[in-house]
């Protein structure tokens, strides 16, 4: 009987510091990554941010730099026909998203490299099959103002083009903005 209840004892007490411990574990872990995402160094230097644009979205929404005034951006270029790269980094940021349901002032970006096929009832078609909804934008539009984004603002490909018909950009990266539109 005693070794019943000083199991008993023990098992209440083990409960009890796991229900007071895991809550402050958590929050230490956010905190410590939150932080340290602060310390990001800044890429291409200060002074650097990304142009204005005007693009439209999956629901034929115009979209601009405004949109993102006071919003960290995770971006990247991709295009809805892809085999293989572009699935896999969608459900890949699918899974950063659920990961932040309430963050207001985090946007997600995906801004096509073949405007020309992916038009906005495309692109609406490719976020219903990923389930994009929210804070989460398909962007379409002039090929050569995605392309001058893509290599001057967001510096995600280094090769010369000038988005013309036979330029075709073609990125694995993910670029994250900060809350003034620089690179992190």
Avoid at 17 to 44: C, D, M, Q, S
Avoid at 73 to 92: E, G, Q, R, Y
Avoid at 122 to 147: C, E, M, P, S
Avoid at 158 to 177: E, M, P, T, Y
């Amino acid at each position: 009987n005693a070794g019943i209840n000083m199991l008993k004892k023990y098992s209440i007490s083990l409960i009890i510091a796991v229900v007071l411990i895991t809550p402050i574990t958590v929050f230490a872990i956010v905190n410590w990554i939150e932080n340290k995402g602060r310390a990001l160094p800044v890429y291409e230097g200060e002074n650097h941010k990304i142009t204005n644009f005007k693009l439209t979205n999956q629901n034929g929404d115009t979209v601009t730099l405004q949109n993102w005034k006071n919003k960290i951006v995770v971006a990247d270029f991709f295009f809805t026909h892809c085999p293989l790269i572009c699935p896999k980094m969608t459900s890949n940021l699918k899974k950063v998203q659920a990961a932040f349901p309430d963050k207001e002032n985090l946007q997600f970006t995906s801004f096509s490299v073949d405007p020309v096929r992916d038009s906005v009832p495309q692109l609406k078609v490719f976020a219903n099959r990923f389930g994009i909804t929210g804070n989460w934008h398909l962007l379409t539009g002039d090929k050569v103002a995605i392309y001058k984004l893509a290599r001057k603002s967001f510096a995600v490909d280094a090769s010369k083009g000038d988005g013309g018909r036979h330029d075709f950009i073609h990125s694995d990266k993910l670029v994250l903005l900060d809350a003034e539109h620089r690179i992190r």
